[in-house]
């Protein structure tokens, strides 16, 4: 096992990617408290851990406050698709920006190191390509993705301050475009929605002309670069670190990914580009590959193929 084991909470921790983190956490040899209200996750992402006696499963919500004692906090709690996010956006700023204040108070009482799950989307629709961390953004804040853009902007600049004026150890990962197995199907996002059309044998919706782009990072190697941030206490450790895959591809791109394994002859169905949505997105990485040698090691191909057996299975039995 790479480190001494602690016991972690992780907030969000029955969705998509906190699950991943949770298993990883467990094969490490840690303690983990998974904190979910199951707005967007689920507890069949966590059933297999049910019986380790290091794993336990708490159902709150990270807008109340909660005492509970830690040496690490992973705050993942939020939804992070746009469908998701949009559904009650009030809730989903709640979440952002209430909860990080409930798990920095928790992580400074107990004295915990606390990593938040930013994301890309504080760089709205750039200006600067690829995206560094040095870059501000460029956020709509009254658009209809304010509500998630704007709740994590709060959310870091909580993070700094909790930092500066308490001395909270603290960690941003600004999480850029992830997919992998346990993605929820109706998540609406582009690889779900390609992956579940493609296997029903329907049209893959692409919105606008598909020019745009984003980068696709295998959840693996997110939850690697996660946990390398949080055991990383080196130069620059309380900064915002990207975590992503710099390797870049138009949506046309990726429709045309999906076909060719699933079933070359999909037609594609263009429809009304939503609004504020990013003309492109690619993360530097290089804070990330110098400070926590990290570097994504799964191509698009390669993960692509495990997801859809992931879907397959999960939608076709
Ligand atoms: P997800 O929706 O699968 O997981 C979010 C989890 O948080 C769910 O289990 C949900 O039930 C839980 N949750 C939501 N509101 C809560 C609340 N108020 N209290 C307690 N639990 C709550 O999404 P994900 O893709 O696993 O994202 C996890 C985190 O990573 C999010 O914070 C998201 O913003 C961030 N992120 C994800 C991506 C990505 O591509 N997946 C990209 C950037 C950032
Ligand atoms: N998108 C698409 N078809 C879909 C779903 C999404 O073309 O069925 C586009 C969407 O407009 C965006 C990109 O794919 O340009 C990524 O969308 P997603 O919701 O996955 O992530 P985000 O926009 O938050 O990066």
Redesign the pocket.
């Known amino acids: 096992m790479p480190h001494a084991p602690r016991r972690v909470l992780v907030?969000?921790g029955?969705?998509?990617?906190?699950s991943h983190l949770c298993d990883r956490l467990i094969a490490d040899g840690h303690e983990v408290l998974c904190?979910?209200?199951?707005?967007?996750?689920f507890k069949e992402n966590v059933v297999h851990l049910l019986g380790n006696p290091r794993f336990e499963l708490i159902r709150?919500?990270?807008?109340e406050p909660i005492l509970l004692e830690v040496e690490w906090v992973f705050n993942?709690?939020?939804?992070?698709?746009p469908i998701?996010y949009q559904h009650n956006p009030i809730k989903t700023i709640k979440?952002s920006v209430a909860?990080a204040i409930n798990m920095l108070g928790l992580a400074k009482r107990v004295g915990a190191r606390i990593l938040q799950?930013?994301?890309?989307?504080v760089y709205g629709d750039p200006e600067m390509h690829p995206q560094h961390e040095s870059y501000w953004g460029r956020v709509n804040p009254i658009g209809i993705r304010a509500c998630y853009d704007e709740g994590?902007r709060c959310a870091e600049a909580l993070f700094m301050d909790y930092h500066r004026s308490n001395r909270v150890d603290t960690r941003i990962a600004r999480?850029?475009?992830?997919y992998g197995p346990r993605m929820?199907f109706d998540?609406g996002r582009v690889v779900s929605n390609f992956i579940r059309q493609a296997l029903l044998g329907e049209p893959l919706t692409i919105y606008g002309d598909g020019s745009q782009t984003r980068s696709f990072c295998y959840v693996d190697d997110l939850i690697d670069g996660l946990v390398k941030l949080m055991n990383y206490d080196g130069e620059d450790c309380h900064e915002p670190h990207n975590l992503g895959n710099p390797v870049e591809f138009t949506m046309l791109q990726l429709a045309d990914v999906v076909r060719d394994r699933i079933q070359p002859g999909l037609a594609i169905e263009h429809r009304p580009l939503p609004q504020d949505d990013p003309k492109q997105r690619r993360p530097d990485i290089a804070r990330a590959a110098v400070h926590l040698n990290w570097r994504p090691q799964v191509g698009l191909e390669e993960g692509i193929a495990t997801t859809i057996a992931d879907f397959r299975q999960r939608m076709l039995g």
């Open positions: 907030t969000g029955a969705g998509f990617l906190g904190l979910d209200n199951f707005f967007t996750g709150h919500d990270v807008v993942l709690a939020c939804p992070a698709s998701h979440t909860g799950a930013s994301t890309s989307e994590k999480i850029f475009n992830t929820a998540d």
